[in-house]
C-alpha cells in the first residue's frame, strides 16, 4: 500500500502566534517602565516596534481570511455567527478570568468589589466592544500603566471591519465590480490616512476614527489580495523580494511608517501562502491558539509586575510561557468548542 505524503499546512497559524508573541515582546518593555522600546525599534532607527508588525500582521491576515469566510458565506447570518463565535466567547472568558484575579489584589480603599459600578463597566463595557473599558480605578495605580488588559482596544476595530466589509456581501459574485469596490475603498482609507491624519486624532463618532484609518487599510488590503488568485500570481516571488528591499530601504530612509503600508500586506500573506513542516506541526499538534496568547499576554504581565517585579528580560520569559499556556486552553476549551456550535446555529436558523 502506497503512503500517500501528508499535505503541509500553510503558514497563517505560525505567523498569527508569531505576531502574538511580538505583541508580548513590547509590551514586557512598555509595562515595565522602560517606554516605547524593543530591539527592532533599535534595529529599525526607531521606526517599527514589534507590536506594531504584530498588530498590523494580525489585522492583514484577518483581512485576507475574513473577507474569504464572507465570500463563501451563503447568508449574512452564517456570517455573522461565525464572526460571533470567533470573538466573544473567549473575550468573555477572559474578562471573567481577569477579574477573578483582580478580586484577589484589590485594595481594601475601595467600594467592595460586588459593589463597585466599574467592575461591572469593565466586563460589559469590553463585551458590548464599541464602549472599551480599560480601568478600574484603584487597580494597578502604582505601575507604568494601570491598564487591565491594554490589548482590548484592538478587538473593537477588528469587529468593526468584519461588519464593514459586509457592504461587498451583495456584489461578490461580480469578481470585476467587487475589486474594483474594494479598491476604491483601500485607497480611500489611505488617503485619509496619509494626508488627513490630523483630522482623525481629534474625530470620534461611537468609535475613535484615527485607529480605524491606521488598521482598516491592512485589514482591507488582506481582504484585497484575498480576491486574487494568490498562487498564480505572476513572478510573485520576485515582487515579494521587491517589496521587502522597499521596506528595507524605507527604513534607512526613515520613511517606513509612509511605505509600510504598500509592502507589508503582500509580504505577510506571501509568507503565509507558504508551507513548512513546523506551521504543519502546528495546525496539527497546537492549534491557532493565538488569539487566547494576545487576550492573556497583558493582565499577565500587570500581575507578573504588581507581585514580583522582574526584570523586562524575566517579564517577557514569563509572560510568554503564561500566554501561551492560557492561550492554548482557550483555544482547546473555549474557542474551540465555541466554533463546533456554528452547525447548531444554523440549523436553527434553517
Not at 507589508?264 to 491557532?288: E, M, R
Amino acid at each position: 500500500m502506497v503512503q500517500l505524503p501528508i499535505r503541509q499546512a500553510n503558514n497563517f497559524d505560525l505567523l498569527r502566534i508569531l505576531f502574538a508573541w511580538f505583541v508580548i515582546v513590547s509590551h514586557s518593555f512598555v509595562l515595565n517602565g522602560d517606554g516605547a522600546t524593543d530591539p527592532l525599534f533599535e534595529l529599525t532607527q526607531q521606526t517599527f516596534l514589534f507590536s506594531f508588525i504584530g498588530v498590523k500582521g494580525f489585522f492583514i491576515i484577518s483581512g485576507y481570511l475574513i473577507f474569504k469566510s464572507m465570500m463563501v458565506s451563503t447568508s449574512i447570518f452564517e456570517y455573522l455567527v461565525k464572526r460571533v463565535l470567533r470573538i466573544f466567547p473567549a473575550l468573555a472568558v477572559v474578562l471573567l478570568v481577569t477579574l477573578a484575579a483582580v478580586y484577589f489584589i484589590y485594595p481594601t480603599n475601595l467600594p467592595p468589589f460586588f459593589s463597585n459600578k466599574e467592575v461591572y463597566a469593565y466586563f460589559l463595557g469590553n463585551v458590548i466592544l464599541f464602549k472599551p473599558h480599560f480601568f478600574i480605578p484603584g487597580i494597578f495605580s502604582g505601575l507604568p500603566s494601570s491598564a487591565i488588559n491594554g490589548s482590548l482596544w484592538t478587538i473593537e476595530y477588528e469587529f468593526f471591519l468584519y461588519l464593514f466589509i459586509l457592504l461587498f456581501f451583495f456584489i461578490r459574485s461580480q469578481k470585476k465590480q467587487l475589486i474594483i469596490a474594494l479598491s476604491v475603498v483601500v485607497v480611500f482609507f489611505l488617503v485619509v490616512r496619509l494626508f488627513f491624519y490630523d483630522w482623525t486624532v481629534q474625530t470620534h463618532f461611537f468609535i475613535p476614527l484615527e485607529p480605524l484609518f491606521d488598521l482598516g487599510p491592512y485589514f482591507l488590503m488582506g481582504s484585497l489580495l484575498s480576491c486574487f488568485d494568490f498562487e498564480n500570481i505572476p513572478a510573485k516571488n520576485t515582487i515579494a523580494a521587491v517589496l521587502f528591499v522597499a521596506l528595507i530601504a524605507s527604513i534607512y530612509f526613515k520613511v517606513g511608517h509612509m511605505v509600510v503600508y504598500f509592502t507589508l500586506p503582500f509580504l505577510v500573506i506571501y509568507l503565509g501562502k507558504q508551507t513548512s513542516k513546523v506551521a504543519t506541526w502546528v495546525h496539527a499538534s497546537i492549534g491557532d491558539p493565538s488569539y487566547g496568547i494576545y487576550l492573556y499576554a497583558f493582565p499577565l504581565q500587570q500581575l507578573l509586575i504588581y507581585w514580583y517585579q522582574p526584570s523586562t528580560l524575566i517579564l517577557f520569559v514569563a509572560s510568554s510561557i503564561g500566554a501561551f499556556i492560557f492561550g492554548y486552553l482557550s483555544w482547546i476549551f473555549i474557542e474551540k468548542k465555541a466554533l463546533a456550535l456554528k452547525q447548531y446555529f444554523l440549523e436553527r436558523r434553517q
